[in-house]
């Protein structure tokens, strides 16, 4: 799921995780990016626990080249990504289809 586009992954979770229903711009939403902000990708991670009742651990290990983001204890459900606020909305994500 890494692959996914910065503009994607905004569009995703805003209509998968925060169950919103916005209008599109110009193949954007208008202030809505939390793969890049991280103030937001907080909110989106705070709307995955509320909703799905998971815990997550966030972790920086530079020998993996990134972040880790771990779902619900289960490392083999975790993600990797350079970016923090990619990591967290990647796994809000891989959390939603749990």
């Given at each position: 799921m890494?692959?996914i586009?910065?503009?994607?992954?905004d569009?995703?979770?805003a209509?998968?995780?925060?169950?919103?229903?916005?209008n599109?711009v110009q193949?954007?939403?208008?202030?809505w990016?939390?793969?890049?902000?991280?103030?937001?990708?907080?909110?989106?991670?705070?709307?995955?626990?509320?909703?799905?009742?998971?815990?997550?651990?966030?972790?920086?290990?530079?020998d993996?080249?990134?972040y880790?983001?771990?779902l619900?204890?289960?490392?083999?459900?975790?993600?990797v990504d350079?970016?923090?606020?990619?990591?967290?909305?990647?796994?809000?994500?891989q959390?939603?289809?749990?």
């Amino acid at each position: 799921m890494s692959e996914i586009t910065n503009d994607e992954l905004d569009r995703r979770t805003a209509d998968e995780i925060m169950g919103w229903h916005m209008n599109y711009v110009q193949d954007n939403f208008i202030g809505w990016h939390p793969s890049t902000d991280l103030n937001q990708a907080w909110r989106v991670l705070e709307e995955v626990i509320h909703k799905y009742h998971l815990t997550i651990d966030i972790s920086n290990f530079i020998d993996i080249l990134g972040y880790q983001v771990e779902l619900d204890g289960d490392w083999y459900e975790c993600v990797v990504d350079t970016s923090i606020s990619r990591a967290i909305c990647l796994a809000a994500l891989q959390a939603g289809g749990k």
